[in-house]
């Protein structure tokens, strides 16, 4: 079993010392239900995204949130999937995903692979270029970044390595709040696993966020959702589930990836 508490956050655009505060604020919240995990949204710090003084805005290689939410994993003693950030690196800025343990350690980091080209993310972030495996409590996990749950082939590269848990972080707009609870949904059904997506709400810039952030089963069901509203949500998930249904449709054992082609170029590319 594993409890995860989702912080579904209204997240101030180009308003980082206040974002910082506020996470703060709702993660010791989220820990009054004594969770194994606590998860943010994407660009938390910033908002996604002011394209004026972005850099200034950033957090810069990842300090602040190492020092202020590993500091809290620490003192609270419970796993941080730290959403992402905006991140000023040596050669620009990044939209990078941090997760912390129960002593604070940083054991993982992601720069987002997949940049919103229609918002035009790709002229102010840079792309990562690597994916992300982890561990929580032994229990096998990977993380995405908001448009990344739109490529099944990242996904599934990251499940044929093993993953329990796939966490989610996002600022989806409420303009495609269906494709949100779809995809995520697809994701679970098709990966056999758990989905923890963690939106956020509120309005930034011009752009109404949709929350409905939740966790998913490998069945698809939807074990604890939000609305539009800010929210912290606590859900348990039974990993003891994930066995009994591969093992019933082993869909890893009947691929036939010899005739894949996902590296083959698009018609429409």
């Keep these: ?21 506020h996470a703060e604020e709702l993660i010791r919240k ?41 500091s ?4 609270l003693g419970i796993n941080i999937v730290a959403g992402s950030v905006a991140n000023l690196k040596q050669d620009g800025v990044y939209n990078t995903a941090y997760i912390f343990d129960r ?24 792309l990562g270029d690597h994916t992300i495996n982890f561990e929580l409590d032994g229990v096998a ?23 329990d848990v796939l966490f989610v972080a996002a600022q989806w707009p409420s303009l495609r709040k269906g494709h949100w609870q779809v995809l995520n949904r697809v994701r679970a059904i098709e990966n056999q696993c758990f989905v923890v997506c963690v939106n956020a709400c509120g309005t930034a810039g011009e752009t109404k966020y949709a929350g409905y ?23 348990e998930l039974d990993l003891d589930m994930i066995k009994g249904i591969r093992e019933s449709i082993n869909i890893y054992r009947d691929r036939r990836p010899e005739i894949y082609d996902v590296k083959g170029k698009a018609k429409n590319e």
């Design 1 to 21: 079993m594993m409890k995860v508490s989702i912080v579904q956050m209204d997240v101030r655009l180009a308003d980082p010392e206040y974002n910082f505060s």
């Design 213 to 235: 952030s939740a966790a998913i089963d490998p069945w698809g069901e939807t074990i604890a959702g939000a609305d539009g509203a800010e929210a912290v949500l606590t859900a």
């Design 141 to 163: 996990c990977a993380m995405v970044i908001c448009y990344d749950i739109r490529f099944p082939e990242l996904i599934r590269t990251l499940t044929l390595r093993g993953v």
């Design 103 to 126: 002593e604070g350690n940083c054991i993982g980091e992601y720069d987002k692979t997949h940049l919103f080209t229609p918002m035009g993310e790709q002229d102010f972030f840079k």
């Design 72 to 75: 809290l994993a620490k003192e």
């Design 30 to 70: 989220a820990a009054a239900e004594k969770p194994d995990v606590i998860c943010l949204p994407e660009t938390w710090n910033t908002g996604f995204f002011p394209k004026e003084n972005l850099e200034s805005l950033s957090d810069q290689d990842g300090k602040e949130v190492k020092r202020r939410i590993g």
